[in-house]
């Protein structure tokens, strides 16, 4: 880091922040396969959030990519960075008073243990959607399973690139199993241990 | 782009964080020299607005330099870079509902412009803080144009790298002349006139 660069604090402190918003920040971490359900959870988590009166943020990984790190492809040390990005984006908006729920398949456990790291336990939870691979494959909602199968995607999460379960996640959400309301209103419940007003 | 990746539409409407808000998204973009008093204006300005209840944030160099943009140096491409990640952040910040002040050198009028033309006319208020150099290098609040001109630091604005300033900023402040108070009432003049409620 340059040593020519002091960091600037912001004059609105954490707490002014949370006692206009009516609730502290965090960080909802979805991570899982592609087709496991982490961006309908996301959506359906932010409108329920928001219509309680919550600041909330969808980070999606496909928007992200449109944006801020539409200069990345799929390597490893992409989607490192790509996390990492993710990550400092994410320390913003909660700098900013956010709840924030990203979405990303985050394959790579030390990748979002640096994200949680940074952030500091009682502002991250993560959430495994750890739907089998044979559903989210049958599901196939972009189509992208498919083109992975006939080699058209390279590195593909699941089929010829790794992924990494989480260890010791707040939630596990089989959503090959469970509603979309049972994995909201499971999800709601870590929200309220964790001291968010929903 | 990457044509497997389609861009997800959040659930929450723009308008429906404006009503949350009681204010539309608006991004505050000051450029200048270092020292011309940009990150003294942008923390008083955040105070400002959000002791009048909008949710504002302040995106600082020098803060993002040690997070988003800490693998990026001073050269003019990774300036760009940086400036273009800054817009991105940006992007987010008000799609998130945020009044966001930004506060950067910014040097090169085209990344700027580009930031502008991403996010619209009507998101985007450039203020261009004209501190004459002499001024700036006197006050040398972090001895970095000392540094500068004792070759120390490379490539620096105003001493060996250029700056182009705005052509039609909405403002334009001589913090040279004007007041710190006086410098804020013509910010929040051109914001009213923006349509925010201050």
Redesign the interface.
Known sequence: ??K?????L???ARV??EK?NGHKPLLIWLTGLSGSGK?TLS??L??IL?DR?L??????G??M????C?DL??SAQARTENIR?VG??A???L????VTISSFISPVREDREKVRDALGEDAFVEIFCSCPIETCEARDV?G?YQ?AREGL?PEFTGISSPYEAPLNPALILDTSVLSLDECLTKILDVLRQRGLPV
Chains 1, 2 share one sequence.
Do not use: P, Q, T, W
Not at 55 to 60: G, H, I, M, T
Not at 65 to 68: A, F, S
């Open positions: 880091m340059n020519n660069i002091r960091r600037e912001s004059a609105v002014d922040r206009l961006s959506y359906h932010e409108r928001f009166g600041c909330a943020y969808v980070l999606d496909d928007n990519r449109h944006g801020l539409s492809d799929f990005r400092e984006v320390k913003i908006l700098d900013a008073g956010l972009k992208l083109k995607i």
